[in-house]
């Protein structure tokens, strides 16, 4: 199984952005989905997730302006990112886990390739 993470793009410090996640196979409902971020020099870190029953959970530095959800029967799993800040600015990854809840990045595969996000102040 491979994500595919889309979206990604260049804005201003206080705009939005939506990400966007493709999933495949006929499992994909099963697995909580995440979004992580990774800043050059530093390591990947969790962003969201969602369950498989779509309860979302947040980092503590983007609750409040950041919104994930998913589309089963698309295969899809959404970041909407408001409000966004120069330090939001990161290569942008999906991921799926068992692990129900979990923030680790170790709990996480299927990784996809990243999208840039780019924030100027």
């Known amino acids: 199984v491979q994500l595919q993470a889309y979206g990604g793009g260049l804005v201003q410090a206080g705009g939005f952005l939506t990400l966007s996640c493709a999933g495949s196979?006929?499992?994909?409902?099963?697995?909580?989905m995440g979004w992580f971020r990774q800043s050059p020099g530093k390591e990947r870190v969790f962003v969201s997730g969602?369950?498989?029953?779509?309860?979302?959970y947040y980092s503590d530095s983007v609750k409040g302006r950041f919104t994930i959800s998913r589309d089963n029967a698309k295969k899809m799993v959404s970041l909407q990112m408001n409000s966004l800040k120069p330090e939001d600015a990161a290569v942008y990854y999906c991921?799926?886990?068992?692990?129900?809840?979990?923030?680790?990045?170790?709990?996480?595969?299927?990784w996809g390739q990243g999208t840039l996000v780019t924030v100027s102040s």
């Open positions: 196979g006929r499992t994909f409902g099963s697995y909580a």
């Open positions: 969602i369950g498989w029953n779509g309860s979302p």
């Open positions: 991921a799926r886990s068992v692990v129900a809840g979990s923030q680790s990045p170790y709990d996480f595969g299927s």
